[in-house]
């Protein structure tokens, strides 16, 4: 496991993002962001694992071969190791199933696959909501195990949220 943090979605570039990055092995980097900050901390730090997160606003989930042709050039653009396939799907789309979202999670993962067959894709956990998001992993299982990693965070604000299995220990579950 590596530790890494959400890259910074204000102002990506500033000094003080990575006075923060260089205490993680890895970050977690927003799509939206684009392809030149993604390959920026890739050039500074080169000896990292860079994770892209592929991200939509939520809303109605695409047909899968629109999903992918929404991702392609950031994908083609920086050619990462690894991405995460959406992201808390729970948040992103409160009307869709876990379910539902668990087959349009391996039909937009398939396509992908034989575009990009070196690359690992990871599967979103959902949001912090409790015991709510442990029935959502259940009802999901499917597509966990079909994913090359999972995208599971550890969030905390609060020094006692860090021990928290809520919290800053969530992926031990």
Not at 51 to 78: C, Q
Not at 97 to 116: C, D, G, K, P, Q
Not at 157 to 163: A, G, H, I, V
């Amino acid at each position: 496991m590596i530790s890494g943090i959400n890259w910074s979605n204000e102002n990506p570039l500033e000094q003080s993002a990575w006075d923060i990055y260089q205490h993680f092995g890895g970050c977690i980097i927003m799509s939206h962001l684009g392809a030149e900050v993604t390959n920026e901390i890739r050039r500074r730090r080169p000896d990292s694992l860079i994770i892209g997160r592929l991200f939509r606003n939520g809303g109605d989930l695409p047909e899968p071969k629109d999903a992918v042709d929404e991702w392609t050039e950031y994908i083609d653009n920086t050619l990462l190791d690894c991405y995460q396939v959406d992201n808390e799907p729970d948040e992103n789309y409160p009307n869709v199933s876990a379910e539902e979202f668990s087959v349009w999670w391996i039909r937009v993962t398939n396509l992908l696959r034989m575009m990009y067959p070196t690359i690992n894709w990871g599967f979103p956990m959902p949001s912090v909501k409790g015991e709510l998001s442990l029935d959502y992993i259940g009802r999901c299982k499917t597509a966990i195990v079909a994913a090359d990693w999972i995208a599971e965070r550890g969030y905390w604000q609060e020094e006692w949220q860090m021990e928290s299995w809520h919290w800053g220990k969530r992926y031990q579950r």
